[in-house]
Structures are given as C-alpha cells and as structure tokens.
C-alpha cells in the first residue's frame, strides 16, 4: 500500500503527539527524542513530526511511502521519463530509518520524496540534501 506522506515542524513535539493522537485517533508508530512518526490508516497518511521550533508551523517535505526499493526504481524511471529531475539516494539513514529514496521540488520549491524503509535505525540521520535539523527533508 502506498500512502502520502506529509512532514511537519513543530515547536514542541509532545504538545503536537498529543493533539495528533487525539485528530487521527491513534498513537504513534515511531517515537523518539524531538520525532515521531504516524501510520495512519484512515485516510492513509504517514504523518511525521520533527521538532524544530525555528521553522515551527511550516512543512518540513512532502513524500509518498512505497512498499519496495523496486517501487521507488519504478517512481524515479517515471519520474525521469517525465522530464523531471531527480536526486536518488539509497541507503541512507533518515528519520530514524534504513531507506532508499529519490528527490525532486515542485514548481514552488517544496521537497518531494519517494521512498520506501528498509529497516529501522537508531539514529535520525541527515540527508546529504540538506544538513540542516531536516532529514527526510
């Protein structure tokens, strides 16, 4: 199943886990120090929370969760076909997680990734993209 996914930052994480868990009606899939992501069924959403209180109240990126690293070969071929340019990265440790992924802005600037976990990590990573406190940027 494939879900959007949106990336959110705000200025206090557990303030914003709390009014989350309430809006959707369940708690998060993944929790750590200044994240937390949801796996929301209905509708299908991966929402992400990263604490960041300089950017608060603004959207971190913008992604489409996929099931398979051969799913997010298959975006990023479409993609290009497209006449779209695209960044892939592979193996990297982002929000917490082993992914392979592939970027792209849209017409406004706004970050776009396909991308799919590979495993679980314990480190949040950052992508070569952006060093700044935005990793699945």
Known sequence: ??????????SNIDAAVDFYSKLFGTEPAKRRPGYANFAIVEPPLKLVLIENSSAAGSINHLGVEVESSEKVMEASNRLQEANLEITPENQTTC?????????????DGADWEVYTVLEDSTTFGVSRLNSENVCCQ
């Open 95 to 107: 929000c917490y997680a082993l992914q392979d992924k592939v970027w792209l802005k849209d017409p």
């Open 1 to 10: 199943m494939s879900r959007v996914q949106l990336a959110l930052n705000v």
